[in-house]
């Protein structure tokens, strides 16, 4: 073999391991999700806590087993599984504003996605979402003793969902790396309570049970196409559930006692109520939520064993006709 026919071989092997060498570093690799983030309508929400659901999936249509006893299937229209999302304090204003309109029944369509992210704030993969409508609103059970992080829960029944390529990049642009800058620690021991003629007592509550607020939507398919679109049924808010010590529920009994046993139930008789959510520094305010019409329909003993040194607390269950949403204190600066 000749010099020359010797460097062209040599080449050839280089030549063959680069290209190998290439193949095995572009690759896709298992990643790991640092992050989650959320977009609305093209634009960086914020940073979620949580996200699942958004699945496509469709059922399997069994047709009567003919003559050779098969029994043929085939795929029904396509559904989409609702999207849940756990998100603490500092989302973007849209986010909030997509809240507070359908606590004000002003409904609003969003198109968005989910969007993971590894440690280094680069996306790995991207689900989006079409026509969405919030069905859910959670806010978390408040507790004065509790030293865990409080998160909202937030659940959405989208149109349509897809799964597309990254876009690659890094996520939430100049938000990238402040994430945690912006979200405001929000715990559930911090809460203080307001109800019209009610203000020494409602100082005195150390619990109060989580709040769902449900939007029903119902499915209208449409005969060209094969996903149904969604529409608006009517909303539901959650009876307000509280704990506080004995010594303090008298004005609670007193008011079930003319509003329930003695029956002056009336709408005049219904009371309005505000709950803040507050900072750990107990001055300010995450957000408000204001209660109208509130109607009392229980107040029930906790139950106490003889010799325990617990303190003793009643638990009043009250109706809630109308919620609202302020959320200035939420929104990231």
Excluded: C
């Excluded at 897809?162 to 790396?177: E, F």
Aim: charged share 25%; no cysteine.
């Amino acid at each position: 073999m000749t010099r020359l026919s010797r460097l062209i071989h040599v080449g050839i092997l280089l030549g063959i391991a680069l290209l190998l060498m290439a193949a095995i570093t572009t690759d896709n690799r298992s990643y790991a999700v640092g992050r989650y983030a959320l977009e609305l309508d093209g634009q960086f929400a914020g940073w979620l806590n949580s996200a699942e659901g958004g699945n496509a999936t469709a059922d399997v249509i069994n047709e009567p087993a003919g003559p050779d006893y098969i029994v043929r299937k085939h795929i029904g229209q396509p559904q989409y599984e609702d999207i849940i999302i756990q998100v603490s304090a500092g989302m973007s204003e849209a986010f909030y504003k997509w809240i507070d309109a359908s606590f004000n029944k002003n409904y609003s369509r969003k198109d968005g996605a989910i969007v993971a992210a590894d440690f280094n704030y680069k996306e790995q993969s991207r689900l989006t979402f079409t026509d969405a409508l919030i069905t859910e609103i959670g806010f978390p059970a408040l507790d004065a003793a509790s030293k865990d992080p409080a998160y909202m829960t937030i659940k959405f029944a989208p149109e349509t969902t897809k799964r597309v390529p990254s876009k690659g990049g890094t996520v939430g642009g100049a938000a990238a790396g402040k994430g945690a800058a912006v979200q405001k620690k929000w715990l559930p021991a911090n809460f203080r309570l307001k109800i019209d003629g009610l203000d020494q007592p409602t100082s005195k509550v150390n619990k109060i049970e989580a709040l769902v607020i449900k939007q029903k939507v119902t499915e209208n398919p449409v005969g060209e196409a094969r996903d149904a679109q969604i529409e608006l049924a009517h909303l539901e808010f959650p009876n307000l559930v509280i704990t506080l010590a004995e010594a303090y529920a008298d004005p609670f009994y007193d008011w079930h006692d003319d509003f329930v046993i003695k029956g002056n139930s009336a709408e005049a008789n219904e009371k309005n109520g505000t709950l803040e959510v507050l900072t750990p520094n107990l001055q300010d305010v995450l957000f408000t939520l204001t209660f109208k019409s509130l109607g009392i329909f229980n107040v029930a003993t906790e139950k106490g064993d003889a010799g325990a040194e617990a303190i003793k607390r009643v638990k009043a269950e009250m109706y809630v006709e109308e919620m609202t949403f302020d959320y200035k204190g939420l929104v990231g600066k």
